[in-house]
């Protein structure tokens, strides 16, 4: 018995570092495709500056709110600005099918948000897979 179990940990050891490897380069490969189209303009507040990945399993999304600055910002506008923000885009992930590969492999999300003087706003962070 115990060589049978030592036997299919062995056949799949190998495996689940594979599976990582693979998530890593997808999210790369996504990475590099929307970097060669940015930055590009979301809407007429909000410029999207570059992506980018950590870790095996976590994209990032870097943006910049192009008329504001931090300054004119209190810390309860802030974290209105989050929850907004946030929300909003926890509902679009969890509703549309194109972001179903993030979801089936629970790759994390980060949310970065800079001001007009690229001062850092807020950000935000959720997990696809737990939507």
């Not at 943006?63 to 209105?80: H, M, R, V």
């Not at 194109?98 to 629970?106: A, L, M, Q, S």
């Amino acid at each position: 018995m115990r060589k049978i179990l030592l036997i299919i940990l062995l056949l799949y050891v190998p495996v689940l570092p594979q599976d990582n490897e693979r998530i890593a380069n997808v999210l790369k490969d996504e990475s590099h495709t929307l970097n060669e189209i940015l930055p590009t303009m979301v809407d007429e507040e909000t410029r999207l500056d570059m992506t980018y990945t950590i870790n095996d399993n976590t994209f990032i999304y870097s943006y910049t709110l192009i008329n504001y600055d931090k300054e004119d910002f209190k810390a309860q506008d802030i974290k209105a600005m989050i929850l907004y923000m946030k929300n909003s885009t926890t509902d679009m992930w969890r509703t549309d099918p194109e972001f179903v590969y993030y979801r089936i492999n629970k790759v994390n999300l980060i949310y970065k948000y800079k001001d007009k003087y690229g001062k850092h706003l807020f950000e935000f962070a959720f997990n696809a897979g737990e939507l």
